[in-house]
């Protein structure tokens, strides 16, 4: 196999040298185990808290350790159990060209029902995370408004898509012009580039009932602009803070934490972090009913950003944080 491995943990952004290529052989899957070839990789926003040692919920990626991902692989070879060759199958191979894994780890996926490279997107993780987090925290009424950042990306355009398809109105908010002009598109009732100087009055006339969901994806100003406009009973999922993840140092500028916690209380906010796969078990099967026939009716439109060969996929990757992806980002490593 070629495989990227982390070569040394980043200080702030992600640097080339933080990465390596190396090849080398993975013999043979014994009994129980698949050897895979890999077709599709994710690249997705959580990679640079694995690159970190600061605690997670989940380990870092050991240094020489290849970097984790999720992948659509073809398997090459399974001896021993359901799985043929040639079968394609979802599972956790990271940024190798090979892998070899447990099978009962791997879902078998099927191309006829839906592109391959979806299952890493819209009818996948992010898609779920999107599903659940709005549902099950949100809980968004008709009639009520939804903000969501990075709402162009995997995670972003679907919570405003479902917000819409539960009769409430969402608001999007995006880095540039194409991205903004691409969530009118989708529908969101009003879309807001965060880039913008008069970005926190443009939220502001984009909410004149206040905002009863926040969707939180990326922290920062984004949420600073948020804060003043949530209303009695306002409930923020808290999904990510991407704005901050490359950041070695606190932002500058007084210690809001008092401002917020007195925003709590005084407005009833509910404000529940969670990862995904806390909702996997209770939601996941509704989730692929409900994503199936959303796409299907066109409910739900999603977009991929598709790069070429796993040798770009740190490059890519690098994007991701600083948002030059446009859609769920996904390395192609082979036919
Ligand atoms: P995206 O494809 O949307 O990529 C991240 C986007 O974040 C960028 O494209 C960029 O979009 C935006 N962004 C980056 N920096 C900033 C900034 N400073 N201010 C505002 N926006 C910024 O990613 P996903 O849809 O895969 O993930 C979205 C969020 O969901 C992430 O925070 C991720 O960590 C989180 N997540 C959480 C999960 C969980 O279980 N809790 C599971 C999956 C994802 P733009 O150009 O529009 O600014």
């Known amino acids: 196999t070629t495989r990227i491995v982390l070569a040394s943990r980043p200080h702030g952004a992600p640097q080339q040298d933080n990465f390596r290529t ?13 050897l895979l070839e890999t077709l599709y990789l994710s690249l997705d926003p959580y990679m640079r808290g694995r ?49 070899i894994e447990r099978t009962a780890h791997l ?39 939804v903000v969501v950042a990075a709402a162009s990306g995997p995670v972003g355009s679907a919570v405003g898509q479902i917000a819409r398809a539960k ?37 502001a006339a984009a909410t004149p009932d206040g905002i009863d969901v926040y969707f939180e994806n990326v922290g920062g100003k984004v949420f600073d602009a948020v804060l003043p406009r949530l209303n009695e009973f306002a409930r923020i999922p808290v999904c990510g803070l991407v704005a901050g993840y490359n950041a070695t140092s606190l932002p500058d500028g007084p210690n809001r934490v008092p401002q917020l916690m007195g925003a709590i209380l005084r407005k009833s906010l509910t404000v529940r972090g969670f990862i995904q796969r806390e909702f996997v078990k209770e939601l996941g099967a509704q989730f692929e009913q409900d994503m199936a026939a959303w796409i299907a009716d066109g409910t739900v439109q999603h977009k991929e950003d598709l790069v070429e060969g796993l040798d770009h996929a740190v490059e890519a990757f690098q994007g991701l944080l600083e948002g030059k992806n446009f859609g769920k980002l996904v390395v192609k490593v082979a036919d």
Do not use: C, N
């Not at 109105?169 to 989708?186: D, F, N, S």
């Open 107 to 145: 879902r078998r996926l099927d191309a006829d029902r839906a592109p391959l490279s979806t299952a890493l997107g819209v009818l996948g993780m992010p898609g779920f995370t999107a599903y659940a987090g709005l549902l099950k925290i949100g809980a968004p009424q008709p009639g009520e408004t």
């Open 167 to 203: 009769g409430a109105r969402a608001v999007g908010i995006a880095g540039g012009p194409e991205k903004v002009a691409y969530l009118t598109e989708l529908g969101f009732d009003a879309a807001i580039d965060h880039r913008a100087a008069d970005f926190a009055d443009q939220l």
């Open 51 to 99: 690159m970190s040692d600061a605690p997670s919920y989940s380990p870092p990626v050991q240094i020489g350790g290849p970097m984790v991902g999720g992948t659509v692989s073809r398997v090459v070879a399974a001896p021993g159990g359901d799985l043929s060759p040639g079968d394609v199958v979802l599972g956790y191979g990271g940024w190798q060209t090979h892998s």
């Open 22 to 34: 190396e090849t080398l052989d993975l013999g043979q899957p014994a009994e129980g185990e698949a």
